[in-house]
């Protein structure tokens, strides 16, 4: 059992810059591939990024390359998203999400996921 508690959203001008991060609960961290997604207004949720097991893999939808960094620390049981040169199209609410026992695939696919936390606001003006 995993529980995830992502905290760093907020209110923030176009160009601007956010950190979200996603605390996990459990010893096998280190076990789970994660994932960053996101859900606007009248849209389905969509994949932002994930990374793998040991973070040395990392995948981005292509709206947010060059632009997000997905990172994590097993010792500390987080994982991070670093959002930079933020548009007001990223405006939603974000949500981390594990997968267990991946390997080293990465999965764009929200029914990959097994574990969900309940999401942090992100809202950017233009």
């Known amino acids: 059992q995993v529980q995830l508690v992502e905290s760093g959203g907020g209110l923030v001008q176009a160009g601007g810059s956010l950190r979200l991060s996603c605390a996990a609960s459990?010893?096998?961290?280190?076990?789970?591939?994660m994932g960053w997604f996101r859900q606007a207004p009248g849209k389905e949720r969509e994949f932002v990024a994930a990374?793998?097991?040991?973070?040395?893999?990392?995948y981005y939808t292509d709206s947010v390359k060059g632009r997000f960094t997905i990172s994590r620390d097993n010792a500390k049981i987080t994982v991070f998203l670093q959002m930079n040169s933020l548009k007001p199209e990223d405006t939603a609410v974000y949500y981390c999400?594990?997968?267990?026992?991946?390997?080293?695939?990465?999965?764009?696919?929200?029914?990959?996921?097994?574990?969900w936390g309940q999401g942090t606001q992100v809202t950017v003006s233009s």
């Open positions: 459990g010893r096998t961290f280190s076990s789970y591939a």
């Open positions: 999400a594990a997968a267990y026992g991946s390997g080293n695939a990465l999965w764009p696919e929200a029914r990959k996921y097994d574990y």
């Open positions: 990374i793998n097991w040991s973070g040395v893999l990392t």
